[in-house]
């Protein structure tokens, strides 16, 4: 096998050591940034329509994060992903499978189940969609090393036909030194930015969130979060443990509502109606899902009280009002805003404080 992957890593990519002549001028002419250009949107691969609104969560040159506790059904839901794929339409009646012509094919990546297991997943996913295994391939790398992985998933995605989408059920298997370690996240970051952009493919991952938070595992969760065009997360619901939820963590796009689905006594995931609890749950959105009145609203809320607040308490405020509009946001999200409040003028830097430029109160 080590003759085998020492093959694939010459001919895929250069090997460590090895020297390559280039001509930085010439690289940099070649990534320029015409700002006369007129650039076509990145086709999408996958969409979701929920609540009245397409989402496009998933495009071409991007990659995209699962996230969750174990046994959250992460599986399970990234088979529905691959099923949508297989059908190249509908599943679901809200989930939708708009790759272009010529990039309809999927590849399937698990490091971690036995044989026996991952065969499973396979053919639930055929189920799901009732067609037969003419456009996607599977592989199980459970067997090799972090290393090997990654130098035949980089083999394979280069050397496949009509590639649109990829997925990884197991991004920390990946990793020889171990989700914290900077160098190696960065790198294989790098190489997820490398592959979608040369070969125009959508990626889909997973990684577990902490045990004691919601926030991915380690380096490499940051990394990845910070550079991935969405993040969904999963989580069985508090109190109907038979249920899981799916939520648009973050987008680049225009997020979808939550949704959730169970698994039935055929071990199929289905779509099922969200528990009652959850129907009154504060929703997480991004500054762009909210009309701007609202955002007038609040903000004209908080400066009437404090016409000159300071950076920390601006955000912990926005915070909070939002929270009264049923409307949830987390440290970091409410720091988002008030970045989008800069970025759309509406609020200025006054010495150690902020201005509301439309105060009209």
Known sequence: MEADLKEIKLNS????????????????????????????????????????????????DNFTMFIGKAKSKKTFLLTVFLAVVIIGGWIWDFIKCVLPAGKNFALYFDSEQSPYDLNRVIKRALKLAGRDAVNFKAYGLRKFKPSERL???????????????????????????????????????SKFLKWTAELNIHIVT??????????????IGTE?????????????????KDTSIVSCEMSRNIGFEDFAFRINEHGMPEPCDMPE??????????PDQVNDE????????????????????????????????????????????????????????NGTGYKYERAIF
């Open 13 to 60: 990519i250069p090997t460590e050591g090895t020297k390559v002549e280039f001509d930085p001028a010439e690289i940099l002419r070649s990534v320029e940034v015409d700002p006369y250009a007129e650039i076509d949107k990145p086709p999408t691969a996958i969409e979701i329509h929920t609540g009245g609104k397409v989402a496009p969560i998933m495009t071409l």
């Open 151 to 189: 130098a035949l998933i980089e083999y394979a995605i280069y050397n496949t036909p009509n590639l649109g989408i990829v997925f990884i059920d197991g991004i920390r298997d990946l990793l020889s030194k171990g989700i914290n370690d900077e160098e190696e996240a960065t790198e294989l970051t």
């Open 206 to 219: 997973v990684l577990h969130q902490n045990k004691t938070d919601q926030n991915a595992r380690g380096v």
């Open 224 to 240: 990845m979060l910070n550079k991935a065009e969405t993040t969904i997360s999963i989580k069985v619901d508090d109190h109907d």
């Open 277 to 286: 609890n959850e129907t009154c749950k504060p929703k997480t959105v991004n």
């Open 294 to 349: 609202t955002h007038f609203t609040v903000l004209a809320e908080i400066f009437k009280t404090n016409p000159n607040p300071k950076y920390r308490e601006l955000w912990q405020t926005i915070k909070v009002v939002f929270g009264t509009y049923q409307t949830r946001l987390g440290d970091n999200k409410a720091k988002d805003f008030l970045a989008y409040y800069q970025q759309q003028e509406w609020i200025s830097k």
